[in-house]
């Protein structure tokens, strides 16, 4: 059991940038610093080291330091490439080792998960779904992923929910070929950050709220939704990342595409308490991401 007050690390590793906290939650970051992540991750690795390492000198050590990283990643202990990026579409960082390496440079517990599970865990324990023992986090960002709790655990197979990548049924007319390295036009392919500029040529926060790409976007992260609903029936689904908080009227258009896609086949207003109140952004914001690197070195302290 950690001491009140006892300080955590966290790095959440992000397919842009870096955030690296020091603090025990929401109320009470002593530190933050991003560093960009580029395509070099020796250089950026060194550069947390170093921010880490600034940040416990000014208010001291950390026991235990949460990785939250974009993936796939491998977490399956027993394995030899255990804490590594596995193959990934970021430049440079497929089959880097990640919780390895930082636990040797501080010699704390580590926990080691996905940027999506850190954050539904921090949702889950400060955010918009504490108390629920059954919910979904989606971040829309760079790329598309997704956390998933099922009966208060995260869930876990032989990998980690890799969701934004499934196939969907496209829009009516929608011929693009979508932007995914590994899958053309899955979820990610056409809805992320990435995908929004390489379609328009302009970055997704600068496109007007009534451009027509934005029904293109909802109807894809409709069918990301659906797929949730149908499966493990999450009690709620927030939905987070950068693009959302630069466009927030996208969650409305969202909700209305998945009411057409269900078509009644469930009450979801009976069941849910209305669609407005069903799926929400993250109670934490921005912070989910980071904050979820708090709640995985909070986890590995009670492993």
């Known amino acids: 059991m950690m001491a009140p007050g006892t300080l955590l690390g966290g ?10 906290l020091i603090g025990t939650g929401p109320d009470d970051i002593r530190a ?6 580029g395509n070099d991750p020796e250089a950026t690795l060194c550069r947390i080291e170093e921010v880490l390492r600034n940040g416990m000198a000014l208010h001291g050590p950390i026991e235990a330091l949460g990785i939250a990283s974009f993936g796939p990643v491998d977490l399956a202990r027993n394995s030899p490439t255990y804490g590594c990026i596995t193959a990934t579409v970021k430049p440079g960082w497929s089959h880097t080792s990640i919780a390895a390496r930082l636990q040797h440079a501080f010699k ?14 921090a949702e889950g324990r400060w955010g918009a779904a504490k108390n629920l023992l059954d919910y979904a986090y989606v971040t829309v960002g ?7 709790v099922v009966n208060g655990r995260l869930a876990h197979g032989f990998g980690h929910p890799e969701l934004g990548h499934i196939r969907i049924a496209r829009k009516s007319g929608d ?9 053309g036009d899955c979820v990610e392919g056409l809805a992320s950050g990435v995908a929004i500029a390489a379609r328009t040529g302009v970055a ?18 409709s069918q990301l939704l659906h797929t949730l609903v149908l499966t493990t029936a999450p009690r709620r689904i927030l939905v987070g990342g950068g693009v959302v908080a630069a466009r927030p009227t996208l969650l409305e258009q969202v909700r209305r595409e998945l009411r057409t ?22 109670g934490l914001g921005l912070l989910a991401g980071p904050l979820g690197a708090l709640a995985l070195a909070l986890a590995a302290t009670a492993n």
């Open 175 to 183: 011929s693009w070929p979508g932007a995914c390295a590994f899958h």
């Open 108 to 121: 704390v517990p580590v926990g080691f998960d996905t940027d999506v599970n850190g954050a539904a865990l």
């Open 32 to 37: 933050q610093v991003s560093v960009p992540t």
């Open 204 to 221: 997704a926060d600068s496109i007007p709220a009534d451009s027509p790409v934005w029904d293109l976007v909802a109807h894809a992260l």
């Open 261 to 282: 896609s269900l078509n009644a086949y469930l009450d979801l207003d009976r069941l849910t308490g209305g669609l407005d109140r069903y799926i929400v952004p993250p």
């Open 142 to 148: 760079t790329g598309v992923g997704v956390g998933l």
């Open 11 to 20: 790095v959440e590793l992000g397919g842009t940038k870096c955030v690296c």
